[in-house]
């Protein structure tokens, strides 16, 4: 329950408080803007057996020239780690792999400056393999869930000139949150990569 209050807050308070920050306007003649970022993350679930893990992703924006920062992103992950709870014989242990991708609408505000707030919102398909085991038997299983996800941060971009133009690598800090039909979360990222 509480991991949905806290990514409810999230969705309500993303484009809020994105919107409280002046937006340039990207010229509709100037080339689009792209990032290509991986995220480097810590989870917080609420999975019966993993609690936190780690994670790591891919993720693609674009933002279109003209349409006031507004543009399509689309991205993968990958968590991993191990817990245990309660089964049907006793107390169980779990490994668990997890995979997801996503495809979303994706804000930047200010999308010619070198410090750019964004918020993204979108929807994902999960998967998860995983072993389970107890103290008499060993069982392997995959689940599927889909989810809605938001997220909210800021991208630096050292390279780009006072016009906003150059290509480089860029930084940043993201906070992703996701409900699912199996188990929701939350997550932390930092972001290193590599734009326009």
Not at 151 to 173: C, K, M, N, Q, Y
Request: proline fraction near 4%; charge should be negative; glycine fraction near 14%.
């Amino acid at each position: 329950m509480r991991h949905r209050i806290l990514l409810a807050t999230l969705l309500a308070l993303a484009p809020l408080s994105a919107g409280c920050i002046s937006t340039n306007e990207t010229p509709a003649g100037k080339e689009s803007n792209w990032d290509a970022l991986v995220l480097f993350s810590e989870r917080a679930s609420n999975d019966d057996f993993v609690d936190d893990y780690p994670a790591i992703g891919f993720q693609v924006a674009t933002i279109q020239p003209g349409s006031g920062g507004w543009g399509l992103e689309a991205g993968a992950n990958y968590g991993w780690g191990d817990g245990s709870g309660p089964g049907s014989a006793g107390t169980e242990t779990r490994d668990t792999d997890f995979y997801e991708f996503g495809v979303g609408i994706h804000q930047t505000f200010r999308p010619d400056s070198a410090l750019r707030p964004y918020f993204g919102l979108g929807g994902s398909w999960m998967r998860s393999y995983s072993t389970q085991r107890s103290a008499t038997d060993k069982d392997t299983f995959t689940t599927y869930g889909a989810g809605v996800y938001a997220h909210t941060g800021v991208l630096w971009s050292p390279h780009r000139d006072a016009t906003g133009r150059g290509t480089g690598i860029e930084f940043g800090l993201d906070l992703r949150g996701m409900l699912a039909d199996d188990a929701d979360y939350l997550e932390l990222s930092l972001i290193t990569g590599f734009g326009r």
